[in-house]
């Protein structure tokens, strides 16, 4: 044990951070799983025929689902998802309650992004009048959105907001509609579709996870540097107070 000294305060803190560190480390590559099996998922149903309301209902599963749908928008009841970004430009998300005349059943439906460079104007957008035939698709967030302070209810239309809550919405309009935000395939009446499925891929929580682990492994070969090097000048001391002494 004379050959390592590396002190209580290092070895304090050692234990602190080295279980944070391997446990941030599994945690991303616990995330890069999900987020695989997540886009695999995608893959697989975004090339999938379409599905009946009530057969998407139906389901267990609705994430990424592909349904047809007929029917008309509510204009009325805009919202504008504020902060999103395509290929660099600055804009919004155009959602609008749609009503599926087949079976009675309201949806949010996600027509698409629109630049906002000039926040002065509010965003220009048009809706379309007539009952409308499209296909969607149900988006599921990988993960709860945080954020500081919740939109506000009763704000005026059309609403801008920075996450979308579809239970919320119904609840204020008094509405039966659909859990889930679904996203507008490209056709009549949708703006940008081309939305990314996560923010941030696989490759990059891999990335993140290796990077702790580094942060992991250099902080052990600290911890042994400073009790070789600390036990070293205690026995150059110890020798040199021996000499001393005769």
Do not use: I
């Not at 002190?7 to 304090?12: F, K, M």
């Amino acid at each position: 044990m004379n050959g390592f000294r590396p002190g209580v305060l290092p070895t304090l803190v050692v234990l602190a951070l080295l279980p944070v560190l391997v446990t941030l480390g599994f945690w991303q590559l616990g995330r890069g799983e999900q987020k695989r099996e997540l886009l695999a998922s995608y893959a697989e149903r975004r090339v999938a025929e379409p599905l009946t309301l009530d057969e998407l209902q139906a389901a267990n599963d609705p994430a990424f689902r592909r349904v047809q749908l007929h029917g008309r928008f509510d204009a009325a009841h805009s919202l504008l998802l504020d902060n999103r970004m395509h290929e660099g430009k600055v804009g919004v998300e155009l959602l609008q309650p749609f009503l599926d005349q087949a079976s009675g059943q309201w949806l949010l439906l996600n027509r698409g992004w629109l630049p906002w460079s000039d926040r002065r104007t509010p965003p220009a957008f048009n809706t379309p009048e007539q009952s409308l035939s499209l296909d969607a698709w149900v988006y599921v967030a990988p993960g709860a959105t945080f954020q500081l302070h919740a939109d506000p209810l009763n704000a005026q239309w059309p609403r801008l907001v920075t996450r979308v809550d579809p239970a919320r919405l119904w609840s204020e309009l008094g509405r039966s509609g659909f859990a889930y935000e679904l996203r507008q395939e490209a056709g009549p009446g949708a703006y940008m579709t081309e939305w990314p499925v996560v923010a941030m891929g696989p490759e990059k929580h891999l990335g993140y996870a290796v990077q702790w682990f580094a942060m992991a492994l250099a902080l052990c070969a600290l911890y042994l540097y400073l009790g070789w090097h600390n036990a070293r000048e205690k026995h150059h001391g110890s020798g040199h107070e021996s000499t001393q002494h005769y």
